[in-house]
Nanobody
């Protein structure tokens, strides 16, 4: 059974950094687009960053210049480095896998992790 397990969330102050990790099992990263999504209380889930099967990356406007998505195929791990965090980044962050080459649409993602909480205080 495919599993995605996120870690690295926590509480930081404005301007701080966190590095999220998503470890996958029974899923080869070379065959999947991986995405980081987030959902804040009372808001819809939104895409943050994606990395395609070929390693190409894309970011939501809110993440550009502050977040970096990367993956290490041999470790079956996807990372999201988040810098210059603000309270607006407070949310549950989810890792997801899609068999598409690269996609932003949540409905194209086949597998989801349980999420990790990120809280940024002012």
């Amino acid at each position: 059974q495919v599993q995605l397990v996120e870690s690295g969330g926590g509480s930081v102050q404005t301007g701080g950094s966190l590095r999220l990790a998503c470890v996958t099992s029974r899923l080869s990263l070379s065959g999947y687009c991986m995405g980081w999504f987030r959902q804040a209380p009372g808001k819809a889930r939104e895409g943050v960053a994606i990395i395609g099967r070929d390693g190409s990356t894309d970011y939501a406007e809110a993440a550009k210049g502050r977040f970096t998505i990367s993956k290490v195929n041999v470790e079956n791990t996807v990372y999201l480095q988040m810098n210059s965090l603000t309270p607006e980044d407070t949310a549950i962050y989810y890792c997801a896998a899609s068999a598409r080459p690269i996609t932003w649409y949540p409905w194209n993602y086949d597998y989801w992790g349980q999420g990790t909480q990120v809280t940024v205080s002012s």
